[in-house]
C-alpha cells in the first residue's frame, strides 16, 4: 500500500541546532514528494519539493531535504533552527500511479529559545 | 490516532452534474475545517477554511458558487461542486483541526469531470 511515514512525532531543540526530520514512503511507482510546514493557527504552507534532477532540494526559510532513492526517503534537514522554527511539518508523496497525495502523520517541532 | 474520513476516494462524473465531498472526523470534534485542491506535479491549493455553523471562508481566486462548503456539525464538512468541467478535475484534500490545533488530513478524493 502507498504510505508515508515520519518517524518522529514530537522533536525539541534548543536554538542554533541542526534539525533533520525523517521521512521515508513506500514504494509504488514514480513520486512527487513535498514537505509542508504549519505553523500555530495557520494553514499548510509547501517548505520545498522534489520532482526529478537534483535529489539535494533547497527550499524557503533555509531547509533543504534529500531524495536517496534507494532509500525511499525523503529527510528534510536545517543546519540551524529559530524558535520561529516551532511548527508541525508534513512530508507527503503524490504517487502518479493512482494519482493520489498521500500525508504522513506529521512531526512537531517545539524549538525552545 | 485522530482519524479524519474523506468519501468518496475517487469520482467519475459527466460535465454538468454536481458531486460532493464529505470529510468527516471520526473521533474528536473538528472546530475548523480547511479544503485543498491540488493540480498535477503542484503543491496543494488552500481553497477555503470552514467554521463548524458559519460561512466558509474563501481564498482569492476560488469561486464561491463554484464550489459550495457546508460545515454542519463538529465532525462534518462537505465540500459540493457545482456544475462540475472538466477543468474541476482535480486532487481534493481535507484536513480537520482538533480543538487542542493539531491538524489531520483526509485521504483525498481525485475528481475527474468527463
Known amino acids: 500500500a502507498q504510505s508515508v511515514s515520519q518517524h518522529n512525532h514530537h522533536v525539541i531543540l534548543s536554538e542554533a541546532a541542526s534539525l533533520e526530520l525523517g521521512c521515508n514512503y513506500s514504494y509504488g511507482g514514480t513520486v512527487n514528494l513535498f514537505w509542508y510546514v504549519q505553523y500555530p493557527g495557520q494553514h499548510l504552507q509547501l517548505l520545498l519539493k522534489y520532482f526529478s534532477g537534483d535529489p539535494l532540494v533547497k527550499g524557503i526559510k533555509g531547509f533543504e531535504a534529500e531524495f536517496i532513492k534507494s532509500k525511499f526517503s525523503f529527510n528534510l534537514r536545517k543546519p540551524s533552527v529559530q524558535w520561529s522554527d516551532t511548527a508541525e511539518y508534513f512530508c507527503?508523496?503524490?504517487?502518479?500511479?493512482?494519482?493520489?497525495?498521500?500525508f504522513g502523520q506529521g512531526t512537531e517541532l517545539s524549538v525552545k529559545p | 490516532g485522530a482519524v479524519v474520513s474523506q468519501h468518496p476516494s475517487r469520482v467519475i462524473c459527466k460535465s454538468g452534474t454536481s458531486v460532493k465531498i464529505e470529510c468527516r472526523s471520526l473521533d474528536f470534534q473538528a472546530t475548523t475545517m480547511f479544503w485543498y485542491r491540488q493540480f498535477p506535479k503542484k503543491s496543494l491549493m488552500l481553497m477555503a477554511t470552514s467554521n463548524e455553523g458559519s460561512k466558509a471562508t474563501y481564498e482569492q481566486g476560488v469561486e464561491k458558487d463554484k464550489f459550495l462548503i457546508n460545515h454542519a456539525s463538529l465532525t462534518l464538512s462537505t465540500l459540493t461542486v457545482t456544475s462540475a468541467h472538466p477543468e474541476d478535475s482535480s486532487f481534493y484534500i481535507c484536513?480537520?483541526?482538533?480543538?487542542?490545533?493539531?491538524?489531520?488530513f483526509g485521504s483525498g478524493t481525485q475528481l475527474s469531470v468527463l
Open positions: 507527503a508523496a503524490f504517487y502518479n500511479q493512482g494519482g493520489k497525495l498521500i
Open positions: 484536513s480537520a483541526r482538533q480543538q487542542g490545533g493539531k491538524l489531520f
